[in-house]
């Protein structure tokens, strides 16, 4: 491999046997110049890439009791790994499991690793997703803030939006958004008969069934393979801020602000299985690498260790008809001097992805799948497929594909559910829950959202010569405890232990 450039697999060689030291990695470790320079400066590093941290950490501190703790802590960063040294092994995933990593043992008891399920189904005879924030080893002895960052740059900001046509909810708010910021401006549309004919090969890459997450990497993919066809590699994603500051419309029916924190929590916990899991493979499937500022961990500490009340939706008086959720982060952004963003935007209710591309989207979505799925599958659901039964024919028509790639009762079992708490309609939209101004509207007018579509068969982007598109630029909650619903089936034999890189990971 060509060392220069960073190719994977790494190696170093050591001073000691037994040697090299090889290493796998996906990734990006954001503090790994501080590593470079602090305390591995007296160490050479021949290549600029990130990874070499990871093995030069492995080298420094493989001989010190319970390393593989300190090295992991010392990360900043979203990763899974593995290192090979000699007979010693280990493998590791960033506290949230933004990046995958899946593991199994085979017929011959060997462990396998891979940021890929379909890699490894077919070899293994037990097989799981990786817990975030947990190692393994194995051994013979045991948006806003970047364009401001960017101001006076020869680079601007670029910005991107999808939906089916001009007039869906994130495209507007996108589009005033960048006219207000400067930012070059470009916009994707897709059709609703493109989504569902991408949906195939969307499950392919995702490896779920998940229909809360079907939905909203549908128009996050064709996003990623606008941009990528640019030639763009790093894109900012504001995955985390929902679940850390309860931003959910189902938030507004939380009990009291313990159950609210608990709530927090269990999701913040639960972002490997769902939304960080769409975005890191929908990225990878078109080259691209997603960095997630509000996942920082100094960050996260921090809005974690906000009482839980000062996070719960409120009203703004003057800007907002009824409580508002993320109201202390919407809050610590208005700037009467030099805003941020217009009040508009930044006191705009919740529009979860899926809905925000356009109504229409899962409304035509939910009458195709249930055109395909006949009442008398629904009717033999249990018998088919008896774990995480779908209780609706687009759960169905979605987890009869993801059973066509990936047959095993392992795979099946890695998927987990992303449902909304505190209310009786358990469809993941928005828009199912009562606080959504547009469920309002319906309820009162007995309506359903108008659909659109689009009638061209390849996606649609308008760049920045669109003048209409152009904007103003020329150019005491312990989080380390896992969810109960997560942690009986975290590995093949129900024994991972739990804690944010606390323990090690069993795997027999």
């Given at each position: 491999?060509n060392?220069?450039s960073?190719?994977?697999?790494?190696?170093?060689?050591?001073?000691a046997?037994p040697?090299?030291?090889m290493?796998?990695?996906?990734?990006e470790?954001?503090?790994?110049?501080?590593?470079?320079?602090g305390?591995?400066a007296?160490?050479?590093?021949?290549?600029?890439?990130?990874?070499?941290a990871?093995?030069?950490?492995?080298?420094?501190?493989?001989?010190?009791?319970?390393?593989?703790?300190?090295?992991?802590?010392?990360?900043?960063?979203?990763?899974?790994?593995?290192?090979?040294?000699?007979?010693?092994f280990?493998?590791?995933?960033?506290?949230i499991?933004?990046?995958?990593?899946?593991?199994?043992?085979?017929?011959?008891?060997?462990?396998?690793f891979?940021?890929?399920?379909k890699?490894?189904?077919?070899?293994?005879?037990?097989?799981?997703a990786?817990?975030?924030?947990?190692?393994?080893?194995?051994?013979?002895?045991i948006?806003t803030?970047?364009?401001r960052?960017?101001?006076?740059?020869?680079?601007?900001l670029?910005?991107?939006?999808i939906?089916l046509?001009?007039?869906?909810?994130?495209?507007?708010a996108?589009?005033k958004?960048?006219?207000?910021?400067?930012?070059?401006?470009h916009?994707c549309?897709?059709?609703?008969q493109?989504g569902?004919?991408?949906i195939?090969?969307?499950i392919?890459?995702?490896?779920?069934?998940?229909?809360?997450s079907?939905?909203?990497s549908t128009?996050?993919?064709?996003?990623?393979?606008?941009i990528s066809?640019?030639?763009?590699?790093?894109?900012?994603?504001?995955?985390?801020?929902?679940?850390?500051?309860?931003?959910?419309?189902?938030?507004h029916?939380?009990p009291?602000?313990?159950?609210?924190?608990?709530e927090?929590?269990?999701?913040?916990?639960?972002?490997s299985?769902?939304?960080?899991?769409?975005?890191?493979?929908?990225?990878?499937?078109?080259?691209?690498?997603?960095?997630?500022?509000?996942?920082?961990?100094?960050f996260?500490?921090?809005?974690?260790?906000?009482?839980?009340?000062?996070?719960?939706?409120?009203m703004?008086?003057?800007?907002?008809?009824?409580p508002?959720?993320?109201?202390?982060?919407?809050?610590?952004?208005?700037?009467?001097d030099?805003?941020?963003?217009p009040?508009?935007?930044?006191?705009?209710?919740?529009?979860?992805?899926?809905?925000?591309?356009?109504?229409?989207w899962?409304?035509?979505?939910i009458?195709?799948?249930s055109?395909?799925?006949?009442?008398?599958?629904?009717?033999?659901?249990?018998?088919?497929?008896?774990?995480?039964?779908?209780?609706?024919k687009?759960?169905?028509f979605?987890?009869?594909i993801f059973?066509?790639?990936?047959?095993s009762?392992?795979?099946?079992?890695t998927?987990?559910?992303?449902?909304?708490?505190?209310?009786?309609?358990e469809?993941?939209?928005?828009?199912?829950?009562?606080?959504?101004d547009?469920?309002?509207?319906?309820?009162?007018?007995g309506?359903?959202?108008?659909?659109t579509t689009?009638?061209?068969?390849?996606?649609?982007?308008v760049?920045?010569?669109?003048?209409?598109?152009?904007?103003?630029?020329?150019e005491?909650d312990?989080?380390?405890?896992?969810?109960?619903?997560?942690?009986?089936d975290?590995s093949?034999?129900?024994?991972?232990?739990?804690?944010i890189?606390?323990?090690?990971?069993q795997l027999?």
């Amino acid at each position: 491999p060509n060392q220069s450039s960073g190719c994977q697999p790494l190696y170093r060689n050591v001073a000691a046997p037994p040697q090299p030291l090889m290493g796998f990695y996906n990734g990006e470790i954001y503090n790994w110049r501080f590593i470079q320079d602090g305390s591995l400066a007296e160490l050479c590093f021949p290549t600029t890439c990130d990874s070499e941290a990871i093995l030069k950490l492995y080298e420094k501190m493989n001989d010190q009791p319970e390393f593989e703790h300190e090295l992991c802590l010392a990360l900043d960063g979203v990763f899974a790994f593995a290192v090979i040294y000699g007979d010693e092994f280990m493998a590791a995933r960033d506290p949230i499991g933004v990046k995958p990593l899946y593991w199994g043992t085979d017929a011959g008891e060997r462990k396998l690793f891979s940021s890929e399920m379909k890699v490894i189904e077919d070899s293994c005879d037990e097989m799981a997703a990786f817990p975030p924030g947990h190692f393994y080893l194995d051994s013979s002895l045991i948006s806003t803030i970047a364009a401001r960052a960017l101001r006076g740059s020869d680079h601007p900001l670029r910005s991107f939006s999808i939906g089916l046509d001009r007039e869906a909810p994130d495209a507007v708010a996108a589009r005033k958004i960048a006219h207000f910021l400067g930012t070059q401006h470009h916009e994707c549309y897709f059709s609703v008969q493109e989504g569902i004919e991408l949906i195939t090969q969307l499950i392919w890459h995702l490896e779920t069934y998940d229909v809360t997450s079907i939905r909203a990497s549908t128009p996050m993919y064709f996003l990623f393979r606008h941009i990528s066809k640019m030639g763009i590699k790093v894109v900012l994603s504001g995955e985390g801020a929902d679940e850390i500051f309860g931003g959910y419309l189902y938030f507004h029916n939380a009990p009291d602000d313990a159950e609210f924190q608990k709530e927090t929590i269990r999701r913040v916990n639960l972002l490997s299985t769902a939304d960080c899991l769409r975005e890191d493979k929908s990225t990878m499937a078109n080259s691209l690498e997603a960095r997630v500022p509000f996942l920082d961990k100094q960050f996260l500490a921090l809005a974690m260790s906000i009482a839980p009340a000062h996070k719960r939706p409120k009203m703004e008086p003057g800007k907002t008809e009824r409580p508002m959720e993320k109201w202390i982060l919407r809050k610590a952004f208005e700037d009467k001097d030099d805003p941020f963003l217009p009040d508009e935007i930044l006191w705009r209710q919740k529009e979860q992805f899926s809905d925000g591309v356009g109504y229409g989207w899962i409304d035509e979505l939910i009458d195709h799948c249930s055109a395909q799925i006949s009442d008398e599958e629904m009717a033999n659901a249990s018998s088919i497929f008896p774990h995480n039964t779908p209780a609706t024919k687009e759960a169905f028509f979605v987890r009869k594909i993801f059973h066509q790639h990936f047959p095993s009762d392992s795979a099946t079992q890695t998927v987990l559910k992303w449902v909304p708490k505190w209310q009786k309609n358990e469809d993941p939209s928005g828009r199912a829950n009562s606080m959504h101004d547009q469920a309002k509207a319906e309820e009162a007018e007995g309506t359903k959202p108008t659909t659109t579509t689009m009638t061209t068969m390849d996606e649609h982007c308008v760049d920045k010569e669109d003048k209409d598109v152009q904007g103003g630029h020329p150019e005491e909650d312990k989080q380390k405890e896992c969810p109960e619903e997560v942690g009986s089936d975290l590995s093949p034999n129900n024994e991972v232990q739990k804690g944010i890189f606390g323990e090690r990971c069993q795997l027999s």
